[in-house]
């Protein structure tokens, strides 16, 4: 886990490890970039990475978090009904698409699929999903599968191009999700 830090200095020391990781998978795999290659891009010590990072994992994390946390600042739910709120979240991703692209082809979804969770969990989506009859201890499951259709949808989205417009994709994957397919 990345450390959660406020301070001016560690805040660019993270800005700084996570746009060197990006550049870097720009450049060859993720499973071949070493923390050393990471701290080189970034003009920082190793000493720098740690404090701020447990592993290379948690600067992708970092990255996608971050990511979510500004989009979520600018989200209003209230008035807001599903279709509309997975549009406003693939119009983001879309907007990320490179950086997708890149988990994608190396094989990190499963750090989309993480913060999608914290993400439904955190606003409380399932609530407009209606499943306020849900027992409390299913929600964790129901939070999980959400984000598994979600990431699988941004997945393949990303693998062909991103051919879909946001919209459309909104309303395939909220039929999904409602089984409208399957009446």
């Known amino acids: 886990m990345y450390k959660k830090i ?40 190793r000493k720098t990475f740690y404090r701020n990072f447990n592993a290379k994992g948690d600067v992708v994390q970092y990255i996608l978090d971050d990511a979510f946390k500004l989009f979520s600042s600018t989200l209003d739910l209230s008035h807001t009904d599903i279709r509309n709120i997975l549009e406003k979240i693939y119009t983001h991703i879309k907007e990320k698409g490179k950086f997708i692209v890149l988990l994608v082809q190396n094989g990190l979804v499963r750090f989309v699929q993480k913060t999608m969770v914290d993400f439904i969990n955190a606003e409380k989506l399932y609530e407009k999903l209606k499943a306020q009859n849900i027992k409390e201890e299913h929600l964790k499951y129901l939070s999980t599968q959400i984000a598994v259709i979600f990431v699988g949808m941004v997945e393949t989205w990303a693998e062909t191009g991103f051919v879909e417009t946001p919209n459309e994709l909104a309303e395939i994957t909220r039929d999904l999700m409602y089984g409208k397919f399957y009446d």
């Open 6 to 45: 406020t301070n001016s200095s560690a805040v660019r020391s993270q800005k700084s490890v996570s746009a060197a990781l990006i550049e870097l998978m720009n450049e060859m795999p993720y499973e071949d970039i070493t923390v050393t290659d990471i701290c080189q891009k970034a003009c920082v010590v």
